[in-house]
């Protein structure tokens, strides 16, 4: 049983790495914290001049038609280095209009998305904060023309700058998807407070908001599946990146003990400081082991397809924040400070730990899976 990339995910995993480093410096992301749509145009359409936005999409609409283990390798490159900016939403959302989609839906959309020239999130918290598809608040009405939302959704990333809403609301016939326009009457976008700048998280308010009967993605009421499928990939996604911060810090907190000197000596000879290193490799190969399996098991469509990810999400989720935690500490009272990068990677690996569901959520999850 071979456990390593092969060749062509190899060259993915280094050539993101080599790009990232030269384009996205810490100093990069700082400055992006302050702007006011926190992403780069520049980086997202080079991002897509690689291939990078249409990875998981057919090649029919510019896609290279790879699956969850690569985007994983992606998506981890980009955690090692904070990038801002909305990959990981637009990637559900692609996923979502792929799947179920008309013609004319994947037609508008995926090639768009493919070559940068479009964005899309999916709006999936109500104000309860219940990562469960069927707790879902948000209604839509029937009308003579189309249909009208009403709702609150909370902590959507990134739909300040998404050309498209993928928007989950109840209808007669029981959960339905919506592609709503950011722009349409009676929708307000409120940016929300958050620890990491690199994370942009909105409110979204729906009073009325008009949409067209053709702006349905998939069956009306049917929904659901489609929903608790985007999580999965989204639990996967979440912790790739938080896998790639944890490794960042981690080998920050060993470079760091080899050259800081405390009694004349490197504090990694000290016992403590190398036992805690040990511990934080343990967590950091354990999570990659668990990111990849979850990844390997969506694209292969395993038996445990629907644990793994699961799996994956709650224990990353504690471990990325211990590793993180614990390489601040290695590095004593600099590693508190603003000026110095560590909070960089900590702070987005506990912005992620929440997304698509918590490692309590997930845990539930498991329990009821495995208890079945």
């Known amino acids: 049983m071979n456990f390593a990339f092969s060749s062509d995910q190899q060259l993915l995993k280094n050539s993101a790495r080599a790009f990232l ?15 006011p749509r926190g992403e780069s145009e520049t980086l997202w359409k080079e991002m897509g001049e690689l291939g990078w936005l249409g990875l998981s999409l057919p090649e029919a609409h510019g896609g290279s038609g790879l699956g969850m283990v690569e985007t994983a390798i992606l998506l981890e490159e980009m955690g090692r280095a904070a990038v801002p900016g909305p990959y990981l939403p637009t990637v559900l959302a692609a996923r979502a209009i792929e799947e179920s989609g008309t013609d004319g839906q994947r037609k508008r959309w995926l090639s768009a998305i493919a070559t940068g020239d479009a964005r899309a999130t999916l709006a999936f918290l109500d ?8 707790a879902t608040q948000a209604r839509a009405e029937k009308r003579a023309t189309g249909w009208t939302l009403s709702g609150t959704k909370r902590f959507v990333p990134w739909a300040h700058v ?15 998807l919506f592609l709503v326009d950011p722009g349409a009457a009676g929708l307000t976008l409120e940016p929300a407070q958050v620890m990491d700048g690199a994370t942009r998280l909105v409110t979204v308010t729906l009073e009325g908001t008009p949409v067209a009967g053709d702006a349905v993605l998939g069956a009306p009421g049917q929904a659901g599946p489609l929903l608790a499928s985007l999580l999965r990939r989204g639990a996967v996604g979440a912790a790739a990146e938080m896998l790639g911060a944890a490794r960042r810090c981690l080998d920050m907190a060993v470079g760091y003990a080899k050259v800081r000197e405390q009694f004349g000596q490197p504090i990694g000879s000290f016992q403590a400081i190398r036992h805690k290193c040990a511990e934080m490799l343990l967590e950091v190969e354990n999570s990659h082991s668990a990111v ?19 799996v994956a999400k709650a224990y990353v989720g504690d ?33 992620l730990e929440a997304m698509y569901g918590d ?6 999850l498991i329990v009821r899976r495995v208890a079945a």
Do not use: N
């Open 162 to 176: 998404a050309d498209v809403l993928l928007v989950p609301a109840r209808t007669p016939d029981g959960l339905t």
């Open 292 to 310: 990849y399996y979850a990844a390997w098991a969506l694209d292969a469509k395993a038996e445990d397809a629907e644990l793994a990810p699961s």
């Open 359 to 364: 490692a309590d959520h997930h845990r539930e």
């Open 127 to 134: 104000a309860d904060l219940d990562w469960r598809p069927e």
């Open 21 to 35: 480093d030269e384009h996205m410096t810490p100093a990069t992301v700082r400055l992006l914290w302050d702007d």
């Open 319 to 351: 471990a990325a924040r211990r590793v993180c935690g614990e390489a601040i500490q290695v590095h004593g009272g600099i590693g508190f400070t603003w000026e110095y990068d560590l909070h960089l990677y900590f702070k987005r690996a506990k912005a």
